[in-house]
């Protein structure tokens, strides 16, 4: 006996009128109009059924904080990250639970169940640390956080100085925290953020852990920390294990520099997460016109083969007033950024919010195959590039095969010309 059973399902991949059967929060079959006895069972009415929204790239400890303790004039990422220190004396492990665990309730009614989120390790009190390890452990039946030491003012530049700020990332990592951060465009000097990738992916190496850098994030072509970040990859056999995070300066070198440089990122099997929303919102602003969308180069690192995945980065904080933790409103802005308007780069935009962070964050049972955790999505869409377009409801989020969240389809009544009708987004 299934303990679930969904049929007429539409997956990710084109297939239609598939059934998959779960036992044991995992699922046991996947296979065209499955009959058999189930505890439960789900008519998908041809809805797209999708593995969980991934998000790789966030800020958690930061977020719905926007207006404290006062909102962003100028827009830019240099005001954020000061904004960002006037708050954190103010922070109470409290706050920044209750505001986590918001966030993941909203999360889970997006079907986005597994997070990795940068977190703040400049404060020698590590109160958002402690805070995101206690919010980790108590969503872990139904969202998968992943946890990156950030130095977000930087590891060597910090107030702290650079023996207190490393002696901090130590510590958080001792304390549980999984990913290796930096910031290294952010340091006082190149040499500076060279000197961070360096020590960075060295802790990393030592420790057997995955790295996660903000790298880049600036429109100033120089700004070629990813290099670094590719050649230590490549130095301390890191491969694939390695992900450089915005990389919007990429936007702005030049071409024949790019180049060189993909071929390099592709032999260290370096992994990509733009932020589109962000990158839009915050790149570009010191341009007059023609005024730059500051994203990195997206289909040419997928031509060359590297993994992309498109991040949400900020939901209402000192970077971004708006978002709500729907991944697909992350690809629609990030397909429109990148043009990547034909059918397939459409799917590779669902992909890039899907399977692509679930492989970069390295999820174990990840996907819609027999022996994967039975974690899903049923989308009011009848296939990607549908559920992109609408930013479509999600009918039911299953997590380890129970239905852990679920809203009613979107039906709009209309009253014209004295006739009532209904409109139901789905031709
Ligand atoms: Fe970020």
């Given at each position: 006996m299934l303990d679930l059973l969904i049929h007429n399902a539409t997956l990710p991949d084109g297939r239609t009128n598939m059934s998959v059967a779960v036992r044991d929060g995992t699922i046991v079959d996947v296979a065209q109009g499955l009959h058999a006895p189930a505890g439960h069972t789900i008519d998908a009415q041809g809805h797209l059924l999708s593995p969980p929204f991934v998000d790789a790239h966030f800020h958690m400890d930061a977020t719905q904080s926007y207006g404290l303790p006062r909102v962003n004039q100028s827009g830019t990422l240099l005001?954020?990250?000061?904004?960002?220190?006037?708050?954190?004396?103010?922070?109470?492990?409290?706050?920044?639970?209750?505001?986590?665990?918001?966030?993941?309730?909203?999360?889970?009614?997006?079907?986005?169940?597994?997070?990795?989120?940068?977190?703040d390790v400049c404060d020698p009190r590590l109160l958002a640390v402690e805070a995101l390890l206690e919010v980790k452990k108590r969503v872990a039946p139904y969202l998968d956080l992943q946890l990156v030491a950030f130095p977000q003012d930087g590891v060597l530049r910090g107030p702290h100085g650079p023996q207190q700020h490393l002696d901090n990332l130590a510590r958080a990592l001792d304390m549980g925290v999984d990913v290796v951060g930096g910031i290294p465009h952010f340091e006082r000097t190149m040499a500076d953020g060279t000197l961070s990738v360096k020590l960075l992916c060295e802790m990393a190496a030592q420790r057997g852990l995955m790295v996660d850098m903000h790298c880049d994030e600036s429109d100033d072509p120089l700004s070629r920390h990813?290099?670094?970040?590719?050649?230590?990859?490549?130095?301390?056999?890191?491969?694939?294990?390695?992900?450089?995070?915005?990389?919007?300066?990429?936007?702005?070198?030049?071409?024949?520099?790019?180049?060189?440089?993909?071929?390099?990122?592709?032999?260290?099997?370096?992994?990509?997460?733009?932020?589109?929303?962000?990158?839009i919102t915050l790149q570009g602003r010191h341009d007059s016109y023609p005024r730059r969308r500051g994203m990195t180069r997206v289909p040419e690192l997928l031509a060359a083969g590297l993994p992309v995945a498109f991040g949400h980065d900020c939901v209402m904080d000192p970077w971004y007033a708006l978002g709500s933790g729907d991944m697909l409103e992350v690809a629609h802005m990030g397909l429109h950024v990148a043009q990547m308007t034909s059918q397939a780069a459409m799917r590779q935009c669902f992909a890039a919010v899907t399977t692509q962070p679930a492989r970069i964050l390295g999820l174990p049972g990840y996907g819609l195959e027999v022996g994967c955790h039975a974690d899903m999505v049923l989308l009011q869409a009848r296939d990607t590039i549908e559920a992109i377009r609408l930013r479509a409801t999600r009918l039911q989020v299953i997590r380890r095969g129970q239905v852990i969240a679920s809203s009613a389809p979107s039906i709009s009544q209309l009253q014209l010309d004295g006739r009532p009708h209904e409109v139901r987004w789905m031709p």
């Open positions: 005001e954020g990250i000061a904004l960002w220190g006037e708050l954190k004396p103010l922070l109470t492990q409290e706050a920044l639970v209750e505001r986590a665990l918001t966030y993941c309730d909203w999360a889970v009614a997006k079907g986005l169940l597994a997070i990795r989120t940068h977190v990813v290099e670094t970040l590719a050649f230590e990859t490549q130095r301390l056999g890191l491969h694939g294990r390695v992900t450089g995070s915005h990389l919007t300066s990429m936007h702005s070198m030049d071409n024949y520099y790019v180049s060189k440089l993909i071929a390099l990122m592709a032999e260290a099997q370096l992994n990509v997460v733009a932020n589109p929303l962000i990158n």
